[in-house]
């Protein structure tokens, strides 16, 4: 049997998970600077706690567990009892929002609200494996629930910029409100086709305006409406010429209305942050699919001039009752979630990972034989108490090969300690990127390290 994967999944080198924990550490790193905290749920949950919570695109992407055995004995493909439900009653997480609402409720007797958490796990989605959407990725979440405040929209968007200012990649966060969208729907006479508007809308810029109005007109939703819907869907302009027209559009509608006055708040608060901010805009057209939705949605975009990546790196939104489905009803929340599988391959297309996110390792004490090696464990021992990351070779082998070894893994330095050098006490370090070589005491050594 010849090895493979399944489709839609990666095995990752040593060489890439380097460079994932990079961005898995920026972004964590981040999120506890602001007070998040961790925690962790499993890869899977009961379907029920899944299903009904995506919209129907979402729950036909939900991975269905069979249960132990083999059901199949009991049912066949064509009898009209049989039910996925009858086989299945587990199934992979699709996001990590759902589970968090479900452990908020499980545990909220054992929680301080507003409860401030970052999860890092995978998900997992039964799509179309293309460039940038994987079956198996993870996300990097960050949720404040038991709060209305709209200083935690504010908040998130600091630390978007924050972690892609680390990260060195340029970015336009696009901001909407999902009252906005309802308030679209009521004022164009079709109130009650809000999820069929927001799911097609959210598509314009992969089937562009002839092919919403297909997938609108297909969902029943009437002509004489998509032509009051196409203006909007099309304006150009910037984000306080755009308020304006919802302003006069939405006039009559008091959903659409307050979900302006949530978003003028947050273009105000942000407004008074630094120039940095000035990457943030509204998208009259931003709907993300996810039911659960209910104000503020976000999504990042990269705005690198050298980037073929089209799709979104980075979203999330206000959710006000997403408890309610598990039995604790009016508790808001709003979150969002880091790609970092698509953070990673934008990152190494625009080639932006640090030399430092090459190697774990920063040196190699080289081995010149069973008389050398005490004074190499000891030298290895000393470096590795002081925080330097450091490798022992464990074969005495020609220091040629040591040396290849050690630029084979980009480690940037080599220490070599001979004869010579231990009865002087000291030890040879080696820059690999220039070549320059030091004479130096031990302590000297590590000073120059740190």
Known sequence: MKPSIPKGTRDFSPAEMVKRNYIFDT???????????PIETPSMENTETLMGKYGEEGDRLIFRILDSGNPFDQFKISDENFKVSNISGKALRYDLTVPFARYVVMYRNDITFPFKRYQIQPVWRADRPQKGRYREFYQCDADVIGSNSLLNEVELIEIINEVFSKLKLGVTIKINNRKILS????????????????????????????????????????????????????????????????????AD???????????????????????????????????????????????????????????????????????GIFGLPDVSGVGISFGADRIYDVLEELKLFPDSASTSTKVLVTNFGEAEENYALKIT?????????????????????QFAYADSKKIPFVITAGKDEIEKGIVALKNMSNGEQYALTLSEAIEKLS
């Not at 972004?27 to 905290?37: A, C, K």
């Not at 999820?195 to 109005?213: C, E, P, R």
């Not at 949530?262 to 000035?278: A, D, G, P, Q, T």
């Not at 490798?391 to 020609?398: G, Q, R, S, V």
């Open 27 to 37: 972004i964590r790193s981040v999120y506890q600077r602001y007070g998040y905290l």
């Open 183 to 250: 308030g679209i729907a009521e004022v164009i006479g079709e109130k009650d086709k809000i999820i069929d508007i927001t799911v097609a809308i959210d598509k314009l810029d992969k089937i562009g305006v002839d092919g919403v109005n297909k997938e609108l007109q297909e969902k029943g939703i009437s002509q004489t409406a998509f032509i009051k819907l196409q203006p909007l869907i099309t304006f150009k302009g910037n984000t306080t010429e755009k308020l304006a027209l919802l302003k006069w559009v939405l």
């Open 253 to 323: 509608s008091e959903i659409g209305k307050k979900g302006i006055e949530e978003l003028e708040y947050i273009f105000e608060k942000i407004s008074n942050v630094e120039h940095r901010m000035s990457n943030v805009e509204l998208d009259i057209t931003l709907a993300r699919g996810l039911n659960y939705y209910t104000g503020a949605i976000i999504e990042v975009k990269v705005n690198e001039p050298n980037s073929t990546f089209t799709g979104s790196i980075c979203g999330g939104g206000r959710y006000d009752d997403l408890t």
């Open 381 to 401: 021992r000393q470096l590795r108490e002081a925080g330097i990351n450091t490798e022992l070779y464990p074969d005495a082998t020609k220091l040629k090969k």
